[in-house]
Structures are given as structure tokens and as C-alpha cells.
């Protein structure tokens, strides 16, 4: 299980900035806290959610969207994998 800290959010950025992903924080009026626009590899998350709504919400992108795992190193690999893991369980 993964911990709803500061620490944990920065774990996933990296990850997602490492897959090629680029990630703003703007306000918006999206429900699920987290805009994801294919084919640009940006992900827009509104600033106003919890930090819990946060990770859930990347972490629901880890889980749904084909990630191209060969852009990772292999310790980020088994986060990635940990992450889905969880999901899976819950």
C-alpha cells in the first residue's frame, strides 16, 4: 500500500516525467482532479485537490493507460509494478 504523503506524490512525478509525461497543476473544473491529453503526453491536475486525490488519481493512470515501461529503470519499473499491484488488490 502506498502512503498518501508528499514524498509519495514526488515518487510518482518522477515516474511519470521519466516516461515522457510533462505535468502541470492548474485549476479547473474537472471532477477527477487529473486531465490526461493523449498524444501530448500531458497530464493537467487540479491544484485544489487533496494530495490524497492526487496520487489516487495518478496512480488510476498507472493502472488504466499502456505505459511504455522500456523508458524506465528497473527500480522504477518495480514501483511502477508495486503500484499496480496494490490497485489490483484493492
Known amino acids: 500500500m502506498i502512503s498518501y504523503t508528499q514524498y509519495s506524490l514526488t515518487k510518482i512525478e518522477n515516474l511519470f516525467r521519466d516516461l515522457g509525461f510533462k505535468i502541470r497543476y492548474e485549476k ?49 519499473r518495480e514501483f511502477m509494478r508495486t503500484i499496480r499491484q496494490t490497485r489490483l488488490e484493492i
Open 28 to 76: 479547473g473544473n474537472f471532477k477527477s482532479g487529473t486531465c490526461f491529453i493523449l498524444q501530448s503526453k500531458v497530464i493537467v491536475i487540479n491544484k485544489f485537490v487533496t494530495l490524497e486525490q492526487k496520487i489516487n488519481s495518478m496512480i488510476d493512470m498507472l493502472v488504466t493507460e499502456e505505459i511504455n515501461e522500456s523508458l524506465i529503470d528497473e527500480k522504477q
